[in-house]
């Protein structure tokens, strides 16, 4: 007779699909009342085992909380908990929504569940298990600190499901969060249940990157057939270069060949090799428009007709609520006539409802290709069965940077549907800056160690002091994940070291012995506890020869250094001096032989003249063709009428140059060193090495070694320490920091028991979240915002959020358009940021990392407009009149920002004070048409 079905069977029973051993071995350590780490590839099922934490929760009649890291993510994870369970088990919290948040089951971002712990929530009572899906986030550098701040505030009585991608340091994330939380098992998986296939199209070709004769294990080998066909298409392009300049019109125009393909003809030929549906990465909004408005305006129809008509459907429900002004302003008519023909764009500066519409249509499969930015590998359910990447770098927000092989593994894990295709496919689009060899070590690197981005800030020290004291505040800084990295570097670091005094003391010991028997002064001396005593004369002794000679290399090299810089710049000098008919030598591995200047140097940093060869050859000279500055030997009278572009000019220039009688100096060149003085540093150490009385002693080739070897353990120890003294404390340093701030501008007093306690205007600043929380808490604090009308008071607090993706106002805050109280805000809340980063830089010793950031007028123009009633379009005109060009999305999604952060000012002020009313009036003025609809 079979015994009752466990809470795990039972949740089995109700899948389509059996358990892979990891997510079992998962949902195991679940039941059995212990926390779990799940590592995972994107794709792979991670998720069932969050699923199955809700399950649990529901049969033990407790709640568990579902985190994510973004909005669109628990958005799309409440709906899929609510198709399970149903509406009345499931809530949802995000800071815009609050649907049924007093459900067993709430779905809500990270920073939602970090601000009930520090608000002590009622609805954490009865909490049993957070999911943290993706909490690999806790890396971000602006976000990341969110995570931690979770996992260590949470009751210890409940479990944490952790869920992340693939990372190489999985043991010690784990050890972290068993130091913090209790028993935590890891489990780690790196098989893809899709397996994913690797691929660069080069022209119209597609290739394997790896060769397929490589170990499925360790370091593959790219594939030679890619290797040599690249090699083949650069020969052509450099023979057609040639022909095309030395034979005008023969040049083989079959061979000209484009490293960029048109979108639509590339993506029939991955059609043609069924390799769609497919998303192309485009990391910038603009690129995937003009990618989708090329295929609108071309030919491309991947859709049948049939299909058609379910595309209609899926686009009306999800425009429900858009007005029929609001759909021409956003340019409906052709976004629907691309979906219709299967293709569409994806990314943060559109509609949420245009994004949603577009994700619903590709699960579906109604959408074959899909532009999108790499927010769209941040777990939104989108699984194609290729992706494809155009290029290998990104904008990071302040520089173009390479890919990661972290990020580059994120967006290719998109690649495969479980239970619909055999194999992923990554593609990669060759361009000559684009190597295969580059490639295959992103494809291949199997690396991405997690590392903390926790330190402390205004608003969490305040409620880390308000909830544990100073005291407990500081023990939570030092059970972060950051401290826990440290300081097990520092354990490495703190045993290296002792290793290395000990082997220093140990050579000490015999370097003193073997200088006794030689009968000399060791130039050492030792204290009682085994310390150096040092001597008045760094060079007494051996060890103070050892020293002068070490000093001589390094004075040597010094010299060096400096003779080539001099060298250096004197040839960038003579060379940006160089004249057009100026004759030179050139001498290097590369041109011999005379050179006539054709053009001189466009600038001076890096001159490069183009010269023309003795054998025709025309080519650009840098400092690197140049032992010494270039010298002039002659001036060639070059004819205005020779065309030095054709074969023909190039050759009679050549011709006068050899006639010339020109030479070029005989001999073999060698680079001339310029004479050092005799009152070098090199020559006075020298002079003293000749006069050290152990100069000419011979034997002495043990203590040779042995001080060799104790120099280098010196400077060993030397570099620990100093390595020691710098991590060690750095959170703490920087709590310090933060409090000293706050107890000057009184958010902070003492308690009258040695301790310290939130001030009201303090508490104030612990309900403000936005990254500029301590400016916001002046401002409020100084009065400058309560005179304000609703719709004043929108426009001025969104400059506490906004950032402008380029200079908005070149006039600044006069020349902004607006109301003059406005402006009159603006100035004074200008005037408040630089007092308050004042009291900032001169507490952190002017590091940047605690400085706010200067209040951004950008977005004070449209919000205004829609808050005073105007149309979307209106609003959209007034950021372009300003010079902001604003998407749609962007619109929306900094309206949402403004509205949280105006909500977060009502709460913190009281409901009695007249701000809080103006804050709800402001944003009940800005939550209609477009805002609204995005907010239900």
């Known amino acids: ?22 997510q ?34 529901l049969a033990q009649g407790t709640k568990c909380f579902y985190t994510t890291p973004i909005k669109a993510l628990s958005n799309q994870k409440y709906h899929d908990l609510v198709d399970v369970h149903g509406a009345e088990a499931v809530g949802l919290l995000t800071g815009d929504n609050a649907i049924n948040s007093s459900a067993p089951i709430v779905v809500m971002t990270t920073e939602v569940l970090r601000n009930m712990i520090y608000a002590n929530s009622p609805a954490l009572q009865g909490l049993s298990h957070v999911v943290m899906d993706e909490v690999h986030f806790l890396a971000d550098r602006f976000r990341g600190a969110v995570w931690e701040e979770v996992i260590l505030g949470l009751d210890p009585s409940v479990r944490v499901v952790s869920l992340s991608a693939t990372v190489s340091n999985a043991e010690e994330f784990g050890d972290w969060i068993a130091t913090v939380r209790g028993d935590t098992e890891v489990i780690v998986s790196e098989h893809r249940p899709v397996p994913l296939h690797q691929y660069m199209l080069v022209g119209g070709r597609l290739f394997e990157l ?5 170990p499925p294990h360790g370091r593959r080998q790219v594939n030679p057939e890619l290797t040599r066909y690249i090699k083949q298409r650069a020969l052509l392009d450099h023979d057609d270069r040639d022909s095309g300049r030395g034979h005008r019109g023969r040049g083989d125009r079959r061979h000209r060949r484009s490293t960029t393909m048109p979108r639509p003809r590339l993506i029939q030929l991955l059609e043609e090799d069924a390799l769609l549906p497919a998303i192309f990465f485009i990391f910038s909004r603009k690129g995937c428009e003009d990618a989708f408005v090329q295929c609108v305006r071309s030919d491309l129809n991947l859709l049948e007709p049939e299909q058609v008509s379910q595309v209609d459907e899926v686009v009306e429900r999800h425009l429900t609520d858009l007005s029929p002004g609001d759909a021409e302003v956003l340019g409906v008519e052709q976004w629907w006539a691309g979906l219709r023909r299967g293709f569409a764009a994806h990314h943060a500066g559109m509609l949420p409802m245009f994004r949603q519409a577009v994700e619903e249509l590709f699960v579906r499969g109604l959408t074959k290709v899909v532009f999108a930015t790499e927010t769209l590998a941040l777990g939104i359910n989108m699984p194609a069965r290729s992706v494809v990447l155009e290029r290998l770098i990104k904008y990071n927000g302040e520089a173009h940077v390479d890919l990661t092989p972290g990020e580059y593994t994120q967006l290719t894990g998109r690649a495969g549907r479980r239970g619909i295709d055999v194999e992923g496919n990554a593609v990669v689009l060759w361009t000559p800056e684009v190597l295969p060899d580059r490639v295959a070590g992103l494809a291949g690197a199997r690396t991405f160690p997690l590392r903390s981005s926790f330190r402390p800030e205004y608003n969490m020290v305040l409620n880390l002091i308000h909830r544990l004291g100073v005291e407990g505040s500081r023990h939570l800084l030092r059970r972060s994940f950051a401290q826990f990295q440290t300081d097990r570097t520092l354990v490495g670091q703190a045993r290296q070291l002792d290793h290395a005094r000990r082997r220093l003391r140990k050579t000490d010991a015999e370097l003193i012995a073997a200088a006794d028997k030689a009968g000399l ?37 010094e010299e060096r250094f400096t003779r080539r810089i001099e060298n250096e710049n004197a040839v960038a000098e003579d060379l940006a001096a160089l004249k057009r008919g ?75 140059l050899a006639s010339s009688g020109i030479t070029r100096p005989v001999g073999r060149q060698s680079k001339r060193r310029r004479q050092t003085g005799g009152d070098s540093e090199v020559a006075r150490l020298r002079n003293r090495l000749r006069s050290h009385p152990i100069h000419k002693q011979p034997g002495l080739d043990k203590l040779f070694r042995l001080g060799e070897q104790r120099n280098r353990l ?34 902070l007093e003492s308690d009258g028991r040695g301790g310290l306690q939130v001030t009201p205007t303090g508490d104030v600043l612990r309900r403000i979240y ?49 109301s003059k109280t406005v402006r009159e805000a603006l100035a004074e809340t200008l005037a408040v940021w630089q007092a308050t980063n004042e009291v900032q830089a001169r507490h952190s010793g002017g590091s940047e990392s605690l400085v706010t950031a200067e209040p951004d007028t950008g977005f004070c123009a449209p919000i205004s407009a829609w808050a005073a009633g105007r149309s979307l379009d209106e609003a959209l005109t007034a950021a372009s009149a300003g010079g902001n060009l604003l998407s749609p999305g962007d619109f929306v999604r900094w309206n949402r920002q403004v509205i949280d952060l105006l909500e977060q000012i009502r709460n913190s002020v009281g409901a009695d004070d007249p701000l809080a009313g103006t804050a709800r009036r402001a944003v009940k003025s800005l939550r209609r048409g477009v805002v609204a609809a995005e907010l239900e």
């Open 770 to 818: 936005a990254e500029t929380d301590l400016l916001v808490a002046e401002c409020i604090r100084a009065g400058i915002w309560h005179r304000l009308s609703p719709v004043e008071l929108a426009a001025v607090v969104s400059s506490m959020v906004y950032q402008s993706r380029r200079d908005t106002y070149g006039g600044g805050i006069d020349s902004m358009p607006g």
């Open 714 to 747: 010196v400077r060993d120890v030397a570099s620990l320490e100093r390595s020691i003294d710098e991590r060690k404390s750095r959170l703490e340093e920087d709590f310090d920091i933060v409090v000293a701030v706050l107890r000057e501008l009184g958010y």
């Open 1 to 22: 007779m079979l015994g009752p079905m466990s809470t795990l069977d039972n949740f089995v029973a109700g899948l389509s699909f059996p358990l892979d051993g990891f």
């Open 521 to 557: 002064d060791p130039g050492i001396g030792l204290d009682d506890a085994g310390d150096e005593r040092p001597g008045t004369d760094p060079y007494a002794g051996f060890l103070g020869y050892l020293t002068l000679r070490e000093d001589i290399r390094r004075a040597e090299r």
């Open 582 to 656: 100026h004759v030179i030598a050139v001498s290097s591995r590369r041109h011999r032989g005379l050179a006539v200047v054709l053009l001189p140097a466009e600038q001076h940093l890096d001159p490069r003249p183009l010269v023309l060869l003795e054998d025709g050859y025309t080519t650009r000279v840098g400092a690197d063709d140049f032992l010494n500055p270039p010298q002039v030997l002659g001036n060639l009278r070059i004819p205005r009428d020779a065309d030095t572009k054709s074969g023909r000019g190039r050759r009679r220039v050549a011709e006068l």
């Open 24 to 57: 079992r071995e998962a949902c195991e350590v679940l039941e059995s009342g212990r926390g779990v780490l799940v590592c995972a590839p994107t794709g792979a099922g991670k998720t069932i085992v969050g699923e199955f934490a809700v399950y649990l929760a």
């Open 210 to 214: 790896f060769d397929r004769k490589s």
